[in-house]
């Protein structure tokens, strides 16, 4: 039997940003303070039926925890010209300050003119390894038929 190889935390970081991916602002609005959200781009579609889709919410994130404490979320995918939101979204201090949004169905905040959006409420969690699986049931939908992504690949974002 072989022994396992060692996997640099670098190494996969690099192999794994050959992934190209979207972007999606995940948004809540946790029952104290202001409305929450953070960017990623581990976001997945999970079933068809139920409707499931999930992110991977980093242990060390601050957001995570309101964003659990509100039992909802709004998956905001992003819009090509919205790069400034996604860097924004994953920066320290207030995200949501000259932000443009409207109340969901379940109150978590929709980004305006993003590319498409999905509320979901938690159904489920795991934890893995340094992140949490965050699964969440679609309550609700809508999409930009016009629009086109932004994309995050190789740690730069890029245009469709
Ligand atoms: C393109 C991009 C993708 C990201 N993807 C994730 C992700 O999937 N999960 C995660 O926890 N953080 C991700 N982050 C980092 C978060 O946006 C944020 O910086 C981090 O959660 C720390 O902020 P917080 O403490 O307010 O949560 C990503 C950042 C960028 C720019």
């Known amino acids: 039997m072989s022994a396992l190889r060692q996997i640099a935390g670098d190494d996969l970081r690099g192999a794994m940003a050959c992934f190209a ?26 079933s068809l039926d139920p409707p499931l889709v999930l992110f991977c919410a980093g242990n060390g994130s601050t957001t995570w925890p309101a964003i659990h404490a509100a039992g909802h979320f709004c998956a905001n995918v992003l819009s090509a010209d919205q790069e400034g939101l996604a860097r924004g979204f994953a920066r320290k201090g207030d995200r949501f300050a000259g932000v443009s949004h ?4 379940t109150g978590a905040p929709v980004l305006t003119a993003v590319h498409a959006h999905l509320e979901c409420e938690i159904a ?5 390894g340094d992140h949490t699986l965050v699964i ?12 086109s992504p932004l994309l995050f690949y190789r740690s730069s974002y890029r245009l469709f």
């Not at 489920?124 to 893995?128: G, P, Q, R, S, V």
């Open 124 to 128: 489920d969690t795991h934890e893995a």
């Open 136 to 147: 969440g049931r679609v309550l609700d939908l809508a999409l930009d038929q016009r629009a």
């Open 102 to 105: 409207t109340p969901g169905i």
């Open 21 to 46: 991916t979207g972007v999606v602002v995940v948004t809540a609005a946790p029952p104290e303070g202001g409305p929450v959200g953070m960017a990623v781009n581990s976001f997945v579609s999970v």
